[in-house]
């Protein structure tokens, strides 16, 4: 079975302050794929980035970045420079990889994280 | 483009009355997914489809549910009886299913209140 944990329940930062919201995953499958999600207060879910099990390059995205370590099967996510907009639940996913098609997601009971000025 | 489609946006109804929600995912996309988000349970998977075809409907809470997908533009979560604890945001997500894109989008949600 699939499971994700999302440690941090809700976390409160200043503006400008870095951010690490944490992400440790378990399942048997040998290739698998990791997601983060966004849920600003309106609601929706926004797709922020997908890694592939077979690839442990770090990746950022402006001041965004992941730190995926198989090893100890975590997929951590920093936001450099807080912003208030920045403002939101997110969710740390994991799905099988099947050929040709998507499978579910499991996801983590999300990291509240609250940017104030 | 158009993103996953959902209505109604809100439904309240009365327990015992029967609800429908409806889902048009992202033109092209083959894989339709239905989850169900409440504080108790967080998010969770209630049935998937690929290609029109239910592929894992052990999500689903009880035969009170059922979904349907009757063609690849559309897709219903129906619940008859409705009851109180059925109250939560569902949401409808598609994924085109090929490399290098399995990420899933999600529509903006139906938030149901039984009373």
């Known amino acids: 079975a699939q499971k994700v944990t999302q440690a941090q329940t809700e976390i409160s930062v200043v503006?400008?302050?870095?951010?690490?919201?944490?992400?440790?995953?378990?399942?048997?499958?040998?290739?698998?794929?990791l997601f983060w999600y966004k849920q600003p207060p309106s609601g929706e879910l926004v797709f922020l980035i997908r890694r592939?099990?077979?690839?442990?390059?770090?990746e950022i995205s402006g001041r965004y970045s992941w730190n995926f370590q198989k090893s100890t099967s975590s997929f951590n996510f920093t936001i450099t420079a807080s912003q208030v907009v920045d403002s939101a639940v997110y969710f740390c996913a994991?799905?099988?990889a099947q050929i040709g098609t998507a499978s579910k997601l499991t996801f983590g009971t999300g990291t509240r994280l609250q940017v104030t000025l | 483009?158009?993103?996953?489609?959902?209505?109604?946006?809100?439904?309240?109804?009365?327990?015992?009355?029967?609800?429908?929600?409806?889902?048009?995912?992202?033109s092209g996309h083959n894989s339709?997914?239905?989850?169900?988000?409440?504080m108790m349970r967080g998010l969770e998977l209630l049935i998937y489809f690929n290609n029109n075809v239910p592929i894992d409907d052990s999500g689903m809470p009880e035969d009170r549910f059922s979904a349907k997908m009757p063609n690849a533009?559309?897709?219903?979560?129906?619940i008859q009886p409705s009851e109180p604890?059925?109250?939560?945001?569902y949401f409808c997500a598609s994924s085109a299913g090929t490399e290098p894109i399995y990420e899933q989008y999600f529509g903006p949600g139906t938030r149901l209140t039984v009373t």
């Open chain 1, 15 to 33: 503006e400008k302050e870095d951010v690490t919201l944490d992400c440790v995953y378990e399942t048997r499958d040998t290739t698998y794929y």
């Open chain 1, 52 to 58: 592939n099990s077979f690839d442990e390059q770090n």
């Open chain 1, 94 to 96: 994991l799905s099988e």
């Open chain 2, 1 to 26: 483009d158009a993103g996953v489609i959902q209505s109604p946006r809100h439904e309240v109804t009365e327990m015992g009355q029967e609800v429908t929600l409806r889902c048009k995912p992202i």
């Open chain 2, 32 to 38: 339709l997914f239905w989850y169900r988000q409440t």
């Open chain 2, 73 to 78: 533009s559309f897709s219903t979560l129906k």
């Open chain 2, 85 to 89: 604890r059925d109250s939560a945001v």
